[in-house]
Nanobody, 114 residues
Framework: QLQASGGGLVQPGGSLRLSCAAS????????MGWYRQAPGKQRDLVAV???????NYADSVKGRFTISGDNAKNTVYLQMNSLNPEDTAVYYC??????????WGQGTLVTVSS
């Protein structure tokens, strides 16, 4: 139901843009966002966008990452700039529904390395 894309290998200081499209059959979406999980670590919030347009970012990505979306297309994007090796992780798209349920994408790997 969620299709994420845009991961890959990038050099430190580089940029990537992640995209996630949710099925049009998903209704009552409250939020769309991104989480990431590095090897051996828990899954953490990266950024979230509410249907009303408010955003929330992890402190570690503020000023470098920008989340945006298209409500009509049930799509969310994550523009990642000034990437560093600590950003290396599997990035998961998340959809939060008004009934409290969460949907997860399959994950896309981002590797920051020279």
């Amino acid at each position: 139901q969620l299709q994420a894309s845009g991961g890959g290998l990038v050099q430190p200081g580089g940029s990537l843009r992640l995209s996630c499209a949710a099925s049009e059959r998903i209704f009552l979406i409250s939020t769309m966002g991104w989480y990431r999980q590095a090897p051996g670590k828990q899954r953490d919030l990266v950024a979230v966008l509410s249907r009303g347009g408010s955003t929330n970012y992890a402190d570690s990505v503020k000023g470098r990452f920008t989340i945006s979306g298209d409500n009509a297309k049930n799509t969310v994007y994550l523009q990642m700039n000034s990437l560093n090796p600590e950003d290396t992780a599997v990035y998961y798209c998340n959809v939060g529904l008004r009934n409290g349920y969460n949907l997860w994408g399959q994950g896309t790997l981002v590797t920051v390395s020279s």
